[in-house]
């Protein structure tokens, strides 16, 4: 069955597209797949609601729904919640998929370090992203998101020393609170929309 998907799901695939094709591409080539169907799932009050919970200077309902079927891709994927995924690219690049943080985190989830940063997709900023939450998750359980934001330091220093202050007023320690914040905003939003699906 493997050898048949390897060899029919490329066909599939949208031109341009940067997953490998043959054989191992199958999930590759399923997410390709799944960018290209999520789009009908979206609709108006959906993008919209995500919109809510941005400035409309940032956040066009195109530009939601190319969001959300980002999000929703990556998180099929990985098992990682769509509106946690929402909330770190809110925090951490402002849906800007394109973004370089300062020390080198690249695209709009900002994973990790990366430079030079890699041209790629949306939906691949989210898949790298998620892939790391995924990880951080895995490796760290309740302190994941804060190995997502700040690795195994960040978790050592908020255990040790209880509060670490990123900048004046702003502690690294919070923001998994912050991530979790914001996804329940979203979620809330969402959830008011006729069909406002994960």
């Known amino acids: 069955m493997g050898l048949i998907l390897d060899t029919l799901i490329p066909e599939v695939k949208p031109p341009g597209s940067p997953y490998p094709s043959g054989p191992g591409s199958v999930v590759r080539a399923a997410m390709d797949l799944l960018a290209l169907l999520f789009p009908l799932l979206v609709t108006d009050a959906d993008a919209d609601a995500l919109r809510s919970t941005a400035p409309d200077y940032l956040l066009s309902r195109e530009a939601a729904r190319e969001q959300l079927v980002a999000a929703r891709t990556a998180s099929v994927a990985t098992g990682m919640d769509v509106d946690l995924l929402l909330s770190i690219a809110w925090h ?7 973004v ?64 670490v202050f990123i900048r004046p007023g702003v502690d690294g320690c919070k923001t998994p609170d912050v991530f979790r914040s914001r996804a329940r905003m979203i979620r809330r939003a969402r959830s008011r929309t006729p069909r406002a699906s994960s």
């Open 92 to 98: 951490e690049s402002r849906y800007v998929h394109q």
């Open 100 to 163: 370089v943080g300062p020390l080198g985190e690249c695209g709009v989830m900002q994973p990790e370090p990366n430079t030079p940063c890699p041209s790629h997709s949306l939906v691949d900023g989210y898949m790298d992203g998620a892939t790391h939450l995924a990880q951080w998750m895995d490796e760290a359980g309740e302190q994941g998101l804060l190995g997502y934001a700040g690795g195994w330091r960040a978790i050592r220093r908020c255990s040790e020393e209880g509060q």
